[in-house]
């Protein structure tokens, strides 16, 4: 399903990502995240974004 804002993936939720993520969500686009420190993520989970699965180390 297409948003008409546009998706977005924000890839790493330090200070500058969880901003722009934050930001985006507000604005209204569908945002996917991911970040390898799950609980950064889960902020932003509660808001609306999309957490993305962390990929399995072998």
């Not at 420190?37 to 808001?47: H, K, M, N, P, V």
């Amino acid at each position: 399903m297409s948003n008409p804002r546009g998706d977005v993936t924000v890839i790493g939720l330090g200070k500058m990502g969880s901003a722009l993520a934050g930001a985006f969500l507000r604005a209204g686009h569908r945002v996917t995240v991911w970040s390898r420190t799950a609980s950064r993520a889960e902020l932003l989970r509660q808001a609306g974004a999309v957490v993305a699965p962390a990929r399995r180390r072998r």
